[in-house]
Nanobody
Framework: QVQLVESGGGLVQAGGSLRLSCAASGSIFSINAMGWYRQAPGKQRELVARIISDDNTYYADSVKGRFTISRDNAKNTVNLQMNSLKPEDTAVYIC???????????????WGQGTQVTVSS
C-alpha cells in the first residue's frame, strides 16, 4: 500500500503565507514526480505545481512568483510554500505522486486526501 498524507492547511488572511507538506509512505520503489492539485467548490481540479527535480518544475500561471514547490527525495516528501495568498487560492489542496511500487511495475498515480486552504479577504 502507498499513502500520501498532507499537512499544513488552514485559514489565513489575504497576503499571508502557508506551507503545505506531503509525505509518501509504503511500498515505494521510485517516485517520478510529486505535485499539488487544488479544487475549489464548483470548479474542476487544477494542477498547481509539480516537481520532477530541482530544475524541472511546473507552476500554474495563477501561482507563478508566489508559490514554490520543493522535494526531499530521501524522505519522499514534497512541500508547497505559498506566499502572498489571495482569496481565489481558497480550495482543497491535494497531493499527487507518480511512482513505481516495484522495479517491474509501471508508474501509477496516487492521491492524498486533501487539505483545506482558506484565504479570507
Amino acid at each position: 500500500q502507498v499513502q500520501l498524507v498532507e499537512s499544513g492547511g488552514g485559514l489565513v488572511q489575504a497576503g499571508g503565507s502557508l506551507r503545505l507538506s506531503c509525505a509518501a509512505s509504503g511500498s515505494i520503489f521510485s517516485i517520478n514526480a510529486m505535485g499539488w492539485y487544488r479544487q475549489a467548490p464548483g470548479k474542476q481540479r487544477e494542477l498547481v505545481a509539480r516537481i520532477i527535480s530541482d530544475d524541472n518544475t511546473y507552476y500554474a500561471d495563477s501561482v507563478k512568483g508566489r508559490f514554490t514547490i520543493s522535494r526531499d527525495n530521501a524522505k519522499n516528501t514534497v512541500n508547497l510554500q505559498m506566499n502572498s495568498l489571495k482569496p481565489e487560492d481558497t480550495a482543497v489542496y491535494i497531493c499527487h505522486a507518480i511512482l513505481k511500487r516495484t522495479v517491474a511495475t509501471f508508474p501509477s498515480n496516487y492521491w492524498g486526501q486533501g487539505t483545506q486552504v482558506t484565504v479570507s479577504s
